[in-house]
């Protein structure tokens, strides 16, 4: 079945750094777009960072751009996220999600119902 698996959530102090890990597996269709999205407590899910699976462009929210980077292994269908400079403000459930019937596009990546599929997520607390 359709499995999409976060890792490398944790503690750490502002200003120090994070990898965060999505594993893929069971997907018949393509996947075509992915993204990582976090919601902390009392807040909506916001979409952080998107990536077309075909063309490898990527895409970012303006509070993380410029310390995040998002990026993919096709070869062991494993998404990442790479934190840095990262601020209290980046603390919340960290998720990836994968979109099958249609890719990433500027207007769309960042809205949660843009995806068909979501990892259980994992916690990101920075003090």
């Known amino acids: 079945h359709v499995q999409l698996v976060e890792s490398g959530g944790g503690s750490v102090e502002a200003g120090r750094s994070l990898r965060l890990s999505c594993k893929a597996d069971?997907?018949?269709?393509?996947?075509?777009?992915m993204g990582w999205f976090r919601q902390a407590p009392g807040k909506e899910r916001e979409g952080v960072a998107g990536?077309?699976?075909?063309?490898?462009?990527?895409y970012y929210s303006d509070s993380v751009r410029g310390r995040f980077t998002i990026s993919q292994d096709n070869a062991k269908k494993t998404l990442f996220l790479q934190m840095n400079s990262l601020k209290p403000e980046d603390t919340a459930m960290y998720y990836c999600?994968?979109?099958?019937?249609?890719?990433?596009?500027?207007?769309?990546?960042?809205?949660?119902?843009?995806?068909?599929?979501w990892g259980q997520g994992t916690q990101v607390t920075v003090s």
């Open positions: 999600a994968a979109r099958c019937d249609g890719d990433c596009y500027s207007g769309s990546w960042p809205s949660p119902q843009s995806y068909n599929y």
């Open positions: 069971g997907f018949t269709y393509l996947r075509n777009c």
């Open positions: 990536i077309s699976i075909h063309s490898g462009k990527t």
